[in-house]
C-alpha cells in the first residue's frame, strides 16, 4: 500500500526484524520482507520502520498431542503491542514482525520470488523465461481421463487450421506432477498429485533453520574480475563474515582475507583452469568433470560459492558422492568459471542434477539452458532419463519449464505426417528421445495446455500463439551444446565400491 508523503515507488512493507546491531551508535536491523524472497533482506535504520503498529509472536500455547504428551503451538503474529515495546538493541531470540518504508524494487523485483538486478546478484539457479510465467497451468479434469505414457495423441488447431497433428493410445496412468514444490507448486485435481518427492541428497532440512543461517553473513565477494554481493547465507569460516570483501581465487575457489592475500596466493597458484578432465570444448565454452572424492578441496569451496545463491540446498562437506560439471569461458588468462552442477554418481530416483547455479555476471546471456542442455544430454550418453532434483528454486523451475517447453515442442514441429495422416507420438518416444523423465513430459504438456480429449483419444494442440512463440523464442537462443563435441564415457559408479 502506497503511503501518502512518502514518494512515487516507496510503500509500506511488512517485514520480520531478525537482529540488531549498533555500529557507532546507530542501530541497524536486519529484516525480512514478508512474502518476499530472502534475496531482497537488508539492514535498514530506524527512519525506515514505522513504530505505530508492532507485532510480537504470542506465547507458545502448550496443547495435548496424540500420545498425551504436551506439545506446542506455532506462535503468532495477531497480537499487537503498544510503540514502547521495542526491540532492544541485541539479537531476536524470536522474530518480531513490524511495518517499515519499503523502497519498491524493479518491476520483475517487486514479484516475490522474482529476480533481483543483474550487475551484482545471480538468481540462484539460472535465467527465467518471462514469456513463460504469463501462462496457467493446465490440468486435465478429474473427469477426463489422465495421459497415459504410451498413449498417441493428435495435434488440432485452435483456430481451425491444424499447423502439426500427433496422436494417443491408452496405457499406464501418469503418478505424479514433478514440477510442483513447496513454493512452486501447480494446480492439482484428484488423482494428479502435485507435490513431488522432496528427498535427494542436497535437499535443504528447513526445521533446523535459525535466525543466523536466515541471515547472508557475507556482505560481497571478489572473484576474478568480478565482485558478486550474496543472497543467502553460506557456512564460511566465522572470521572471515566481518571482512567487507571476501577475496576467491577464480580458478582453485580458495577464499582469502585481504587482496594482498589473493596475489599472494596467485604467485603459487598453478592452475589456470577447474581441476578435472575437459569433456566438452567448442569455441570458448569448456566443461570440465571434477570427481568430488579425487579433489575434495576444490569441489568444497565450490559448494561454500555456490551456498551463497542457493537456498533450497544445504551443503554437505562430504564431496565424495558427486560429480561436478564446470562450465567455463576461455580467454588468453585461463578458463573462468560461468557456473556449475552437480549430481549423484548413484541416484536411486533418476536425478541428474543435484544443484545447478549460474554466476551473476554471465545471467541472462543462455547460459543456464546450456548447463539444463548439457546435463541432459549427458543422460543421453548413459541411456537413462533424468530430471533434476526437488525443489527447485524459483528461477530454476522457470528455466527448467522453459528448456522443457522448447525441447518438447522442438520434437512436436518436426514431426511429418505419412501418407496424408496425422503424425503420432507416445510420451514414452518423447521421453527417449530427450531423456527428459516422463512425468516432466506430461506437467510440461499439461502447463502449456497442450493436451485435449476429443473423441475417445488424445490430442495436442498447437495453436498459431505457441508456434510462432517458440519460432521467436529459438531464434534468440544462439547457445546450444553440439554433441559431437562431447567426450564423455559414463562410468559403472555401482562397481566400484567406495567411488
Avoid at 504470542?58 to 495435548?64: L, Q, R
Avoid at 495453436?463 to 529459438?474: F, K, L
Amino acid at each position: 500500500m502506497d503511503r501518502a508523503g512518502l514518494g512515487k515507488g516507496v510503500a509500506l512493507a511488512l517485514a520480520e526484524i531478525l537482529s540488531v546491531k549498533d555500529i557507532s551508535g546507530r542501530k541497524l536491523f536486519y529484516v525480512h520482507y514478508i512474502d518476499f524472497n530472502k534475496r531482497l533482506d537488508e539492514w535498514v535504520t530506524h527512519e525506515r520502520l514505522d513504530l505505530k503498529k508492532i507485532q510480537f509472536p504470542k506465547k507458545e500455547a502448550k496443547t495435548p498431542t496424540k500420545n498425551g504428551l504436551p506439545g506446542s503451538r506455532p506462535g503468532s503474529p495477531e497480537r499487537e503491542v503498544p510503540a514502547s515495546a521495542q526491540a532492544s538493541g541485541k539479537t531476536l531470540p524470536i522474530p518480531v514482525q513490524i511495518t517499515l518504508r519499503f523502497n519498491l524494487p524493479k518491476e520483475r523485483e517487486a514479484i516475490p520470488g522474482g529476480e533481483p538486478d543483474q550487475p551484482l546478484s545471480s538468481s540462484s539457479c539460472l535465467q527465467p523465461n518471462h514469456r513463460s510465467t504469463k501462462r496457467k497451468v493446465e490440468v486435465v479434469s478429474p473427469a477426463t481421463p489422465v495421459p497415459s505414457e504410451t498413449a498417441p495423441a493428435s495435434v488440432f488447431p485452435q483456430n481451425g487450421s491444424a499447423r502439426r497433428a500427433v496422436a494417443a493410445q491408452p496405457g499406464r496412468k501418469r503418478k505424479s506432477n514433478c514440477l510442483g514444490t513447496d513454493e512452486d507448486s501447480q494446480d492439482s485435481s484428484d488423482g494428479i498429485p502435485s507435490a513431488p518427492r522432496m528427498t535427494g541428497s542436497l535437499v535443504s532440512d528447513r526445521s533446523h533453520d535459525d535466525i543466523v543461517t536466515r541471515m547472508k553473513n557475507i556482505e560481497c565477494i571478489e572473484l576474478g574480475r568480478h565482485r558478486l554481493k550474496p543472497w543467502y547465507f553460506s557456512p564460511y569460516p566465522q572470521e572471515l563474515t566481518t571482512l567487507p570483501v571476501l577475496y576467491l581465487c577464480e580458478f582453485c575457489l580458495k577464499y582469502g582475507r585481504s587482496l594482498k592475500c589473493l596475489q599472494r596466493h596467485l604467485t603459487k597458484c598453478d592452475l589456470r583452469h577447474p581441476p578435472g578432465n575437459e569433456i566438452y570444448r567448442k569455441g570458448t565454452i569448456s566443461f570440465f568433470e571434477i570427481d568430488g572424492r579425487k579433489n575434495k578441496s576444490y569441489s568444497q569451496n565450490l559448494c561454500l560459492l555456490a551456498k551463497c545463491f542457493l537456498d533450497h540446498k544445504t551443503l554437505y562437506y562430504d564431496t565424495d558422492p558427486f560429480l561436478f560439471y564446470v562450465m567455463t569461458e576461455y580467454d588468453c588468462k585461463g578458463f573462468h568459471i560461468v557456473g556449475y552442477f552437480s549430481k549423484e554418481k548413484e541416484s536411486t530416483e533418476d536425478y541428474n542434477v543435484a544443484c545447478i547455479l549460474t554466476l551473476p555476471p554471465y545471467q541472462r546471456r543462455g547460459y543456464g539452458k546450456l548447463l539444463i542442455e548439457f546435463s541432459y544430454e549427458l543422460s543421453k550418453v548413459e541411456g537413462k532419463t533424468g530430471t533434476p532434483e526437488k525443489p527447485l528454486s524459483d528461477l530454476g523451475l522457470l528455466s527448467y519449464r522453459s528448456y522443457w517447453s522448447q525441447t518438447i515442442l522442438e520434437i512436436l514441429m518436426g514431426l511429418k505426417s505419412e501418407s496424408g495422416e496425422r503424425p503420432q507420438i507416445t510420451i514414452n518416444e518423447i521421453s527417449e528421445i530427450t531423456s527428459i523423465k516422463k512425468e516432466d513430459v506430461i506437467s510440461t504438456l499439461q502447463y502449456l495446455n497442450l493436451i485435449n480429449y476429443y473423441k475417445g483419444q488424445y490430442i495436442l494442440t498447437l495453436s498459431e500463439d505457441i508456434v510462432d512463440g517458440h519460432e521467436r523464442a529459438m531464434l534468440k537462443r544462439l547457445l546450444r551444446i553440439d554433441s559431437k563435441c562431447l567426450h564423455f564415457t559414463p562410468k559403472d559408479w555401482s562397481k566400484r565400491g567406495k567411488w
